[in-house]
């Protein structure tokens, strides 16, 4: 009879391949300073961009016709800048005197202007550590007492706001549910910052005898 230790072992399964390692993405970008007043930026960008690039650099062959990289890139900066400053009335020539407007939520020019300027871009809502936000990032002209309840548009009732606290400044009048109700930007969707950061008493009291329409601009 046959020693059962001496019976030849099964073959082993077939050692499966290693799976592929997922493609490995984009470097990040990044800003390496050289001198003081120079630094290399490393950027991965696609076809897509090196077309537009070119296109640039055509339509500025005439005032850069050696225009290198940095300096269409840095003209097409200037532009945004200009357009950006632009919309908060910052223009070289300002009217005399603003346009007549129809609409009751309109802020004219000037007083952007003086906000802007008054404020630095930066957002004003107070913080219960003391101090202010001062982001720079989604910035935009809020009123302090709500339009909805008769504020005006005045550098004294505006200030410039980030868009988190310009939704919260306007949770404290209206409440949660009534902004849920007529905005697009839910409680679900992080756009409001925790109620800790209210600095208690810096805003206006809401008008008691007031109640928001159905329909407010904010």
């Given amino acids: 009879e046959q020693d059962p230790a001496a019976a030849p072992l099964a073959p082993l399964p077939p050692r499966s391949a290693p799976s592929a390692a997922p493609p490995a993405g984009p470097p990040p970008t990044t800003i390496e300073p050289l001198t003081s007043e120079l630094i290399r930026i490393h950027l991965t960008a696609d076809k897509r961009f090196e077309k537009k690039l070119?296109?640039?650099?055509?339509a500025l062959s005439h005032s850069l016709p050696a225009g290198s990289i940095a300096e269409v890139l840095e003209a097409g900066l200037d532009l945004v800048i200009a357009r950006h400053a632009k919309r908060r009335g910052l223009v070289e020539k300002p009217r005399a005197a603003p346009p007549p407007s129809s609409d009751p939520g309109y802020v004219p020019a000037h007083v952007k202007?003086?906000?802007?300027k008054r404020d630095g871009g930066r957002c004003q809502y107070?913080?219960?550590s003391g101090g202010v936000c001062g982001s720079t990032r989604r910035c935009q002209i809020d009123h302090i007492v709500p339009r909805a309840l008769?504020?005006?548009?005045?550098?004294?009732?505006?200030?410039?706001?980030?868009?988190?606290?310009?939704?919260?400044?306007?949770?404290e009048v209206f409440g949660d549910a009534w902004m849920d109700r007529n905005t697009k930007n839910p409680r679900a969707g992080g756009g409001a910052p925790p109620a800790a950061e209210r600095r208690p008493g810096a805003m206006p009291a809401t008008p008691p005898a007031t109640a928001p329409p159905t329909e407010p601009p904010i």
């Fill in 54 to 58: 070119e296109q640039a650099r055509d």
């Fill in 113 to 116: 202007r003086a906000v802007w």
């Fill in 126 to 128: 107070p913080l219960a």
């Fill in 150 to 171: 008769g504020g005006p548009s005045t550098v004294e009732n505006c200030r410039v706001c980030c868009d988190r606290h310009n939704d919260r400044a306007a949770r």
